[in-house]
């Protein structure tokens, strides 16, 4: 809900990447699921341990932002399997020549960013947790990370100008404000932060420790 997607994953490494993808096969033969299931894991940053979050075999939120990502018609697809139609036979409306049993692979970047309007709530507080508090969301596509990044934060509101150390509505920092702080609390104003901190010469160990 409010977190930031990337995809194709940035920093899963070959290993890591192919061991979610066998679990995650195993887990929907084993509960027999038929159709679309998307499965959210936590890994830890630096073993291969890792926890199963949630597993829904239903189509999502999720499942509507794969689709938009890679073009694969999740939703379609998954029709055709309740009707019985085995996927070799179900042709692949991007390309046209293969079939739905082909997996997508991406040559660009996706981002998504959360969209929130706090400001229009009195009283809210802007730290952001497990509840979801964003009203929308943005997708961009680039070539880089960087471009994909850059066009979605432009869209999340139109006085952004992207990746700055500027907040949205041109609204100053508050002069108590302490930088620090700011990283280590998740907040709906934490990347234009770390742009912040960027700028100011903090060093990228610096700021991943604080976040």
């Given amino acids: 809900g409010d977190s930031i997607v990337v995809a194709p994953s940035q920093t899963l490494s070959n290993e890591?990447?192919?061991?979610?993808?066998?679990?995650?096969t195993k887990v929907v033969r084993h509960l027999g699921i038929v159709g679309e299931c998307n499965i959210q894991y936590a890994l830890h940053p630096s073993s291969l341990e890792y926890c199963i979050i949630e597993v829904n075999a239903r189509l999502s939120r999720s499942s509507a932002l794969?689709?938009?990502?890679?073009?694969?018609?999740?939703?379609?697809v998954a029709a055709k399997l309740?009707?019985?139609?085995?996927l070799p036979e179900i042709e692949s409306a991007v390309s046209e020549k293969t079939t739905a049993c082909f997996?997508?692979?991406l040559d660009y970047?996706?981002?998504?960013?959360?969209?929130?309007?706090?400001?229009r709530f009195q009283g809210m507080s802007l730290e952001i947790?497990?509840?979801?508090?964003?009203?929308?969301?943005v997708m961009a596509v680039g070539r880089t990370f960087e471009e994909s990044v850059q066009k979605a934060l432009r869209m999340c509101h139109p006085s952004v100008d992207g990746f700055v150390p500027r907040l949205?509505?041109?609204?100053?920092?508050?002069d108590t404000q302490d930088l620090q702080q700011e990283l280590a609390v998740?907040?709906?104003?934490?990347?234009?932060s770390l742009a912040k901190a960027l700028h100011s010469g903090m060093s990228v160990d610096q700021i991943h420790q604080l976040t």
Avoid: C, N, Q
């Avoid at 689709?67 to 018609?73: D, E, I, N, Q, V």
């Avoid at 947790?129 to 969301?137: D, H, L, N």
């Fill in 16 to 24: 890591e990447y192919h061991m979610l993808r066998e679990t995650a």
């Fill in 66 to 76: 794969a689709s938009k990502a890679t073009g694969y018609p999740l939703a379609f």
């Fill in 82 to 86: 309740a009707l019985g139609i085995p």
């Fill in 103 to 105: 997996e997508p692979s």
């Fill in 109 to 119: 970047i996706v981002t998504k960013i959360p969209r929130w309007d706090l400001d």
């Fill in 129 to 137: 947790g497990s509840a979801m508090k964003s009203v929308g969301e």
């Fill in 168 to 174: 949205p509505l041109k609204k100053a920092w508050a």
């Fill in 186 to 192: 998740p907040s709906s104003t934490r990347i234009f």
